[in-house]
């Protein structure tokens, strides 16, 4: 299974952007699939999080902000980011573990102008 991202983009502070996965195949029985990001200089850390069962875990900076969803039956995964800001910039990855193995998704870079 190979997993793309999408939807990333240069928006001003305050604003909105959603970013969706599409997952080549079925992601009905992952667990956790997850939103990373990695800002420059920085180490690459966990955003978002949905287990298979619909329960959500987020960074404590984007709690209230961000909203992570799947659809099972389309093989997505969307990261919803309201309120941007300057900080949230980086590459966000989509990521699950598929098949037993940790499958990473290209990036999509998100740019918030302050």
């Known amino acids: 299974v190979q997993l793309q991202a999408s939807g990333g983009g240069l928006v001003q502070a305050g604003g909105s952007l959603r970013l969706s996965c599409a997952a080549s195949?079925?992601?009905?029985?992952?667990?956790?699939m997850r939103w990373y990001r990695q800002a420059p200089g920085k180490q690459r850390e966990l955003v978002a999080l949905i287990t298979s069962g619909g329960s959500t875990n987020y960074l404590d900076s984007v709690k209230g902000r961000f909203t992570i969803s799947r659809d099972n039956a389309k093989n997505t995964v969307d990261l919803q980011m309201n309120i941007l800001k300057f900080e949230d910039t980086g590459v966000y990855y989509c990521a699950g573990f598929l098949g037993g193995i940790m499958v990473w998704g290209q990036g999509t870079l998100v740019t918030v102008s302050s």
């Open positions: 195949g079925s992601i009905s029985s992952a667990n956790g």
